[in-house]
């Protein structure tokens, strides 16, 4: 029985054959771990994707009105809000706007208001001046039972965090200028509270 061996290679030629398998498993390994990689990164943005969607305990609000008595619901929410632990954020569209207005003087009107507290005619709510005094009524309650101006409370809100947002549509329309409006608040579209409110617990709309 005769036996058939190998020839040995040229040694230049092994050589070169050992450093091209050598090299070839290094690049296999590099495409293995960079594909791993890939995959592990595409999961690890899933993940923060749901976890920014999944609902948090977080209050959010929409202010819609600008007079003084329906500045105080919203604000008051919110800053009670944060002193549970939650976030909170208002947006401020509309007529909600004026609330953020430096130097605002909300007043509230009695004209078609059965639920101001001392009830009276239209006709009588409608007389000039009657406004005003229906504010000043409204102002003077509030300060007997210590509630705090409409200003503190918004700077009590800045100051504990909640999110003030301005409706950047909303200051278009009606011409006003973000310097218009006091500090420390952002602006931004529906998008901008739409993408908040999906995470929130607790929606509202005032």
């Known amino acids: 029985m005769s036996t058939q061996t190998v020839p040995e290679l040229d040694p230049k030629l092994q050589e070169y054959l050992n450093k091209y398998i050598d090299q070839r498993i290094v690049t296999a390994g590099r495409e293995i771990y960079q594909a791993l990689n890939k995959k592990v990164k595409g999961i690890e943005d899933r993940m923060t994707d749901v976890e920014s969607k999944a609902q948090k305990n977080r209050a959010a609000i929409i202010a819609s009105k600008g007079t003084l008595d329906m500045a105080y619901p919203p604000l008051l929410l919110a800053t009670g809000a944060r ?68 200003q503190e409370l918004l700077d009590m ?23 218009d409006l006091i500090d420390g608040i952002e602006f931004g579209g529906l998008a901008t509270f739409l993408e908040y409110g999906m995470g929130a617990t607790i929606t509202l709309f005032v």
Not at 125 to 138: D, F, L, R, Y
Not at 159 to 176: E, N, P
């Open 157 to 179: 809100a800045v100051d504990s965090g909640v999110k003030l947002i301005a409706c950047q549509m909303t200051l278009d329309v009606m011409g006003f200028k973000q310097e």
């Open 83 to 150: 002193s549970m632990g939650l976030e909170a954020a208002i947006f401020f569209t509309l007529y909600g706007v004026q609330i953020l207005k430096k130097n605002a003087n909300l007043k509230v009107a009695p004209l078609a208001n059965p639920a101001m507290p001392m009830a009276m005619p239209n006709l009588v709510g409608a007389m000039p001046g009657m406004t005003s005094m229906a504010s000043m009524m409204m102002k003077s309650m509030f300060k007997k039972q210590s509630v705090p101006k409409v």
